[in-house]
């Protein structure tokens, strides 16, 4: 209902494999976040993207990287997966450089488990 | 000291009663601050903004206390669909294209 899609819903990965998520923004968004949310915490800041580059990262180490392609649809890419690693990952759109809370958009995330 | 607190509760509250959560946040500079809502694996959906002068939206009613640095959300007459767990939001103090997240507080109304 938000017009932003994310994939996988779930999956699960062995510690140490690679994995990689998607998120297609909603229509005229140019820009993506995209968050770790842990059991029972709220959301953590990963990174965002704004037309096609970085635009701010939060305190995750360089195993965490992205993409954001042409089309602002993005990508969230994890190596060597850790068990700590296993949480809920949400993408959010929203028009522009800034963010206020008020105009993001989540997709229903994509559950991962790292085994 | 955590950038943004909540009381992780669960809060049990019959049908029907008033409820009220705050939140606390370290940061001064804070410029925006929000109350999202998130159902079990789900994700968290904007409830309201909070602005300076208070403001509600029929059960809803969000307050700002920038000098002791807390927000609030009073729910009355609540429902059982209010059950969910309530996220305290603040954009980022060192830029503005961070959200800064409490981890909730969850909620549960008793029929």
């Known amino acids: 209902e938000t017009g932003v899609t994310q994939s996988p819903t779930h999956l699960i990965k062995t510690r140490g494999q690679q994995v990689t998520l998607r998120c297609s923004s909603q229509?005229?968004?140019?820009?993506v976040s995209w968050y770790q949310q842990a059991l029972g915490q709220g959301p953590q800041f990963i990174f965002q993207?704004?037309?096609?580059?970085?635009?701010g990262r939060g305190n995750f180490p360089p195993r965490f990287s992205g993409l954001q392609f042409p089309n602002y649809s993005s990508e969230l890419n994890v190596n060597a997966l850790e068990l700590d690693d296993s949480a809920l990952y949400l993408c959010?759109?929203?028009f522009g450089r800034g963010l206020a809370g008020n105009t993001i958009y989540f997709g229903e995330g994509s559950w991962l488990t790292v085994v | 000291r955590k950038e943004v607190e909540q009381d992780p509760g669960p809060f049990n509250v019959p049908e029907g009663a008033t409820v009220a959560f705050n939140c606390t946040y370290s940061n001064s500079a804070s410029q925006s601050f929000f109350w999202y809502r998130q159902d079990c694996r789900k994700e968290p959906k904007l409830l309201m903004s909070v602005y300076s002068s208070g403001n509600e939206d029929g059960r809803f009613t969000a307050q700002l206390n920038r000098a002791s640095q807390y927000i609030s959300l009073l729910i009355r007459d609540s429902k059982l669909s209010d059950s969910a767990t309530y996220l305290c939001v603040v954009n980022g103090w060192d830029s503005n294209y961070q959200l800064i997240w409490g981890a909730g507080t969850k909620l549960i109304i008793k029929p």
């Open positions: 993207y704004y037309r096609e580059e970085e635009n």
């Open positions: 229509s005229g968004h140019n820009t």
């Open positions: 959010a759109s929203s």
